[in-house]
């Protein structure tokens, strides 16, 4: 059997594990949602709750028990470089969205993929206190709750999201077009929007890490999108360098016309 079809089957037996760990995430941190849990701040900036850290917990120890020669990245372990070695390695956010999490917004998301050779073969993204799940293998198409999901194709107003100093670059020809759409704090939930057909792209601000988008990009990527860099490129996940520059979504001549934007900003 070739090699790529050896790695999608590999994916294709991923997919439960994934599917079945982030519904368990899930359901530990709605035990948290909406009930004050304990928060601490990362750097001065970032919440982390204990929400976070049980979910964290649950996900690290059942997959890397289902799993153990796997490697393990998370917004919330501390990174081990030992996971450079593996052929795969897991992708976590237990919580993307924490900050709206603690607002009480619904629109967080348990993020779990797994990366070989810097491209996602399976992704999850749990939505439990919206009722949705997310979940994509390569060339398999993009779901939510068992539906086929797809990018919406753009006709007159194009709704996008990101920040408004990227959108006021963008062509006077498209700014009398946009609709911009309210902030989401989950980036991923961002991305699958974007899959779904209920937003048409986004601008990524710099420091997305790998965390927060290897499973969304591959649930866009299968709904009929991408997520680019400024040199027109897909992200890479799970290697040395896990953050990256400002970042374009969406699909069509729209995302051309956001890769264009950050194309031209300075590195």
Same mark, same amino acid.
């Given at each position: 059997?070739?090699?790529?079809?050896?790695?999608?089957?590999?994916?294709?037996?991923?997919?439960?594990?994934?599917?079945?760990?982030?519904?368990?995430?899930?359901?530990?941190?709605?035990?948290?949602?909406?009930? *004050? $849990?304990?928060?601490? !701040?990362?750097?001065?900036?970032?919440?982390?709750?204990?929400?976070?850290?049980?979910?964290?917990?649950?996900?690290?120890?059942?997959? #890397?028990?289902?799993?153990?020669d796997y490697g393990w990245l998370s917004e919330e372990t501390i990174d081990? $470089?030992?996971? #450079?070695?593996?052929?795969?390695?897991?992708?976590?956010?237990?919580?993307?969205?924490?900050?709206?999490?603690?607002? @009480?917004?619904?629109?967080?998301?348990?993020?779990?993929?797994?990366?070989?050779?810097?491209?996602?073969?399976?992704?999850?993204?749990?939505?439990?206190? %919206?009722?949705?799940?997310?979940?994509?293998?390569?060339?398999?198409?993009?779901?939510? *709750? &068992?539906?086929?999901?797809?990018?919406?194709?753009?006709?007159?107003?194009?709704?996008?999201?990101?920040?408004?100093?990227?959108?006021?670059? !963008? $062509?006077?020809? +498209?700014?009398?077009?946009?609709?911009?759409?309210?902030?989401?704090?989950?980036?991923?939930?961002?991305?699958? !929007?974007?899959? *779904? &057909?209920?937003?048409?792209?986004?601008?990524?601000?710099? *420091? /997305?890490?790998? +965390?927060?988008?290897?499973?969304?990009? %591959?649930?866009?990527?299968? /709904? &009929?999108?991408?997520?680019?860099?400024?040199? @027109?490129?897909?992200?890479?996940?799970?290697?040395?360098?896990?953050?990256?520059?400002?970042? /374009?979504?969406?699909?069509?001549? #729209?995302? /051309?016309?956001?890769?264009?934007?950050?194309?031209?900003?300075?590195?």
């Amino acid at each position: 059997m070739p090699e790529h079809e050896l790695t999608t089957a590999g994916a294709t037996q991923d997919l439960p594990l994934l599917r079945d760990a982030a519904r368990e995430a899930g359901a530990i941190a709605m035990g948290y949602f909406g009930q *004050n $849990p304990q928060v601490w !701040m990362k750097g001065g900036t970032s919440p982390v709750s204990e929400a976070d850290h049980a979910a964290d917990a649950y996900l690290r120890r059942t997959l #890397l028990a289902a799993r153990p020669d796997y490697g393990w990245l998370s917004e919330e372990t501390i990174d081990d $470089p030992v996971r #450079l070695s593996a052929r795969r390695t897991f992708v976590v956010d237990p919580i993307d969205g924490t900050r709206g999490f603690l607002e @009480g917004q619904r629109t967080w998301c348990v993020s779990v993929a797994v990366v070989e050779q810097g491209r996602t073969l399976a992704g999850v993204l749990e939505c439990p206190a %919206l009722d949705e799940t997310y979940w994509a293998l390569p060339g398999q198409g993009a779901f939510r *709750n &068992g539906k086929r999901i797809t990018v919406r194709e753009l006709t007159g107003t194009a709704e996008i999201s990101g920040l408004k100093q990227l959108i006021d670059l !963008m $062509p006077a020809e +498209w700014q009398r077009r946009l609709k911009r759409a309210p902030y989401s704090p989950s980036l991923a939930y961002r991305l699958a !929007m974007i899959a *779904n &057909g209920s937003l048409d792209a986004t601008f990524v601000k710099p *420091n /997305a890490h790998d +965390w927060d988008i290897a499973a969304a990009d %591959l649930i866009l990527r299968e /709904a &009929g999108g991408q997520l680019l860099d400024r040199h @027109g490129r897909a992200p890479l996940y799970a290697g040395e360098v896990i953050r990256h520059g400002t970042l /374009a979504a969406g699909s069509g001549e #729209l995302l /051309a016309v956001l890769a264009g934007v950050i194309a031209g900003l300075e590195a």
